[in-house]
């Protein structure tokens, strides 16, 4: 925790102050860095230092709290150390703010003994260490060795942390596009409009197939539903029936196949159709029909 919400002011008597959280997320944004927590505000009087100036940890990433200000913070390895043993308890903030004392952006914080703002204790909320039980759950959640220790444990969970937020990035950019997606009824009414044509087309190579069938004499007309039927449903099988048919009729447009002599050898369109299914050769079938004749 890092500033607290609404008005507040410090221990030493300053403020009051008000926090404008959407201001402070703002400028975090806009100024694109991490910000640094030191040891006793040690950063501020940098410049009158000669040697270093370490950083404790670094605030990452910054997020608003029932209207209170919290930061994700990476800690090096030492300042972690001395959290867990509680030699650094208290965070406190620093802040820039206008002569209202509205608090516009952070610059960062300070590990203390005297926090001036009353923030929870960055140790633990009750100043407690982790409970054994769930650093060793967690340690067996990881898959780590029995080994870890507690800052070994900090940057794997900070690692999964890290993960989720890429795995949360990528899924939201392979969101669909709206503009590249129909509604299904109207997807439904192009496949119904589909299917509708296709079974028309269908119909119309089967009736085209019938119709050249019984050009070729191969079908009498009162075989015309049986084989639209046929070729509709199947229509290589019934290609195949035609080409092995032999013809029962004669071609259309052979008009001298249809004389009709007027002796009792003549055979009828019937009787022709009855030879080609029963195997009989037109003489055997018109000598048969005479002795039934006689009878």
């Known amino acids: 925790m890092l500033i607290p919400a609404g008005t507040f002011s410090g221990r030493d008597g300053r403020g009051p102050y008000t926090l404008d959280i959407e201001a402070v997320l703002a400028a975090f944004e806009q100024g694109g860095i991490d910000l640094p927590i030191d040891y006793d505000h040690q950063t501020l009087e940098a410049d009158g230092k000669s040697g270093p100036v370490p950083a404790a940890g670094w605030i990452k990433e910054l997020q608003a709290r029932e209207g209170a200000l919290w930061g994700r913070v990476e800690w090096t390895p030492r300042a972690a150390g001395l959290i867990a043993d509680k030699e650094y308890r208290y965070l406190s903030p620093v802040f820039r703010h206008d002569k209202q004392g509205r608090v516009l952006s952070i610059e960062g914080a300070g590990l203390t003994h005297y926090p001036n703002l009353d923030l929870t ?42 993960q989720l937020a890429t795995l949360k990035t990528e899924a939201q950019s392979r969101q669909p596009d709206p503009a590249e997606w129909v509604p299904m009824s109207q997807h439904k009414a192009v496949a119904d409009e589909l299917a509708k044509l296709q079974t028309q087309i269908a119909q119309e190579k089967a009736e085209a197939a019938v119709r050249a069938a019984m050009s070729a004499g191969k079908l009498a007309p009162a075989m015309k539903d049986w084989a639209l039927s046929y070729a509709s449903k199947d229509p290589e099988g019934f290609a195949h029936w035609c080409e092995k048919a032999p013809a029962i009729l004669p071609p259309e447009g052979d008009k001298s196949a249809h004389r009709v002599a007027p002796n009792a050898d003549t055979l009828t369109e019937e009787d022709r159709i009855a030879c080609a299914l029963l195997g009989m050769s037109e003489a055997e079938f018109a000598a048969h029909k005479k002795t039934l004749i006689k009878e």
């Open 121 to 162: 204790p960055v140790a633990h909320q009750k100043g407690d260490p982790m409970p054994e039980d769930l650093f060793e759950r967690l340690v067996m959640m990881l898959n780590l060795p029995a080994t870890t220790t507690p800052d070994e444990l900090v940057a794997e969970l900070q690692k999964a942390i890290d």
